[in-house]
């Protein structure tokens, strides 16, 4: 497949912060010297939110691919009005992307029609993406490493630009490396292996 032409945006303002995350957890962003670019107050405002925001990641790509560039963590804190996020100040626990809070969220502030797709099988996805550009997908973290067997399904967002019924190609938010991250290609067979059937479709 060829590249999609939409720009790629980490869910870190650093991309190459990934591999320090998985081996140390959120505490690694604290080193990110470039924290200040999400939009956050403060760094400990950012490293709270950058380890939930890969849904907020695909949807500063959508914008960006239309010429509309938006902090990240701006567009969380808008999205969570909506209640596309459920912030616990207590533990300081952060539940989302909800889908359904998100799709009015982008509905009203960005007049992007969207729709949360359950029970979707990846061979769906092809036809899915010739009636709207772009799909969200839930699919296991591990997808950075394809060729590993994952534990589970779902748990994280990417962005899927393109598929056909044997290809699929997305941009995902916390790949560890340029080939993990951007216009991601594989066989839909291996994608499927990570993908848990829901997802949001997007106008672009």
């Not at 701006?74 to 626990?93: H, I, K, P």
């Not at 992007?112 to 979707?120: R, S």
């Not at 056909?164 to 067979?189: C, E, K, M, Y």
Request: proline share 7%; hydrophobic share 45%; aromatic share 10%.
């Amino acid at each position: 497949m060829q590249q999609s032409g939409v720009p790629y945006f980490s869910q870190w303002e650093t991309p190459d912060m990934t591999l320090p995350v998985v081996a140390e957890g959120a505490q690694a962003l604290l080193g990110d010297p470039l924290w200040r670019h999400s939009g956050a107050a403060t760094i400990e405002e950012y490293v709270r939110w950058a380890v939930n925001v890969c849904g907020m990641a695909c949807l500063k790509m959508i914008l960006a691919a239309r010429g509309e560039i938006h902090p990240t963590l701006e567009l969380a804190r808008a999205c969570t009005a909506y209640g596309g996020y459920v912030v616990n100040d207590v533990d300081a626990s952060i539940k989302g992307l909800i889908y359904a809070p998100f799709v009015r969220f982008v509905s009203d502030r960005f007049a992007l029609g969207a729709e949360t797709m359950t029970g979707v099988q990846a061979t769906a996805l092809p036809d899915i993406l010739s009636k709207r550009r772009f799909f969200i997908a839930s699919v296991h973290p591990g997808i950075r490493w394809p060729e590993r067997e994952p534990p589970a399904k779902g748990g994280h967002l990417v962005l899927v630009t393109a598929a056909s019924p044997q290809t699929i190609r997305f941009h995902n938010p916390s790949g560890h490396d340029t080939a993990s991250q951007a216009d991601v290609t594989l066989p839909l067979a291996a994608f499927d292996r990570f993908f848990a059937n829901r997802g949001i479709s997007v106008d672009g």
